[in-house]
């Protein structure tokens, strides 16, 4: 199984930046998707998730309204669209997977690292 995460970068602050994670090996429709991230010095966090079918999703307060997950099951792929960024959104963000909301996820992807600059 491998989790692909791409479209980091450094942007300034109010910017935006859309995330990829593209998925194989896995059968990409049985997993809910989700976005984690990893600032220095601090524990990982949870982003964002999304079904499998993508009828739901589920965000962090810190991001709700600003950051939309959205994934295209024909491409094994999911996306996290990050408007508005502020510098406390900086970090290592991962993609992985499980098997449904609550349970541990499978599998991590290798990281993508975003830098806002205030």
């Known amino acids: 199984v491998q989790l692909q995460a791409s479209g980091g970068g450094l942007v300034q602050a109010g910017g935006s930046l859309r995330l990829s994670c593209a998925a194989s090996?896995?059968?990409?429709?049985?997993?809910?998707m989700a976005w984690f991230r990893q600032a220095p010095e601090k524990e990982r966090e949870f982003v964002a998730a999304?079904?499998?079918?993508?009828?739901?999703?589920f965000y962090a307060d810190s991001v709700k309204g600003r950051f939309t997950i959205s994934r295209d099951n024909a491409k094994n792929t999911v996306y996290l669209q990050m408007n508005s960024l502020k510098a406390e959104d900086t970090g290592v963000y991962y993609c992985?997977?499980?098997?449904?909301?609550?349970?541990?996820?499978?599998?991590w992807g290798q990281g993508t690292q975003v830098t806002v600059s205030s």
């Open positions: 992985a997977a499980t098997a449904a909301w609550g349970y541990e996820y499978n599998y």
């Open positions: 090996g896995l059968s990409f429709t049985n997993y809910l």
């Open positions: 999304v079904t499998s079918s993508g009828g739901r999703t």
